[in-house]
């Protein structure tokens, strides 16, 4: 078939996405609020669209990659009477209900819509290392896949349009708590005079064995079974994190990053589930569950 791709917004991805697919030999139409972006795009032969709805009426398939969803919402309102017939895949980061109420908009003109979660940093686009998460129409997923396999690897989630965006939150959360926790180690070995470099070989090797952790909290979530045969308890945990605030008090850091956890598995040891193991707490963080 035709190997044409529209795609709204240039920015570092959008730019990285276009530049990718323009490599396969698909034909790209661009668009992007300041005009000048496009110039690198045009000279390796891309078709600039001078606005967003000429953009969209020029390929079936139309990729979506601008900054949050109320510049999506500002460029599509733009592009309404082109949007009908349209396969609207949305790149861009936001919420589970931001996707949900993207795609049934989109649907009221005609549209049918995908959402994606990017795993990536621009250059990781159309590496091995690349990975994207879609969700929703799987007629739009099943249609061009051919073209977002060219971006990274493709994982369909499912119909439920709001599960790229919650899978891309819960990696970017894991990234973040694991950030924090870096970012608390060289805290603490800097005040000492340590170099971040002296610590980080093995800070290294440390989180890369957290791998374990990963797939033994699942399987303790998924059982709904936090008995632990005693090597790591949460009381043993608990006890020793106190030693993480005088520490921190002596070297004179703020431990505020490591701070939250401390009355969770204070509550859970008092609560009789000091055997336990740490994947227990998870079950606080569910607000809706009574007793949280
Ligand atoms: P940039 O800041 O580089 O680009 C933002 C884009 O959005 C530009 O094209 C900008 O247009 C456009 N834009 C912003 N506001 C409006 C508006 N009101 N109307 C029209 N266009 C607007 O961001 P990135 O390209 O890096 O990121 C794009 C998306 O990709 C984001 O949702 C981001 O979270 C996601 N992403 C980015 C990653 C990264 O590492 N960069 C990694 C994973 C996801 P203009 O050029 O005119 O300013």
Redesign the pocket.
Known sequence: GAKRVTL?????????LAEALLAKGYGVTVW???PG?AASLVAKGASQADSAGAAVAASELVLV????Y??VH??LCDAQPELAGRAVVN????TPGQARELAAWASERGATYLDG??????PMIATAEAFFFYSGAQAVFDAHRDALDVLGESHYLGEEVGLAALY?LALLGGMYGMFMGIAHAYALVGAAGESAGSLAPFLARWLVGTDAMVVGTADRIDRQDYTTDVVASLAMQSAGYVNHFVAAEEQGISAELLAPLDPLMKRLVAAGQGHADMAAVVELLNTRKEGN
């Open positions: 709204l917004g240039l920015g570092a991805m959008g730019t990285a992007n609020r300041t972006k990659c601008l900054l949050d109320q510049s500002d460029v790149v861009t980061n936001g979660g990017i795993m990536a940093i621009p891309d």
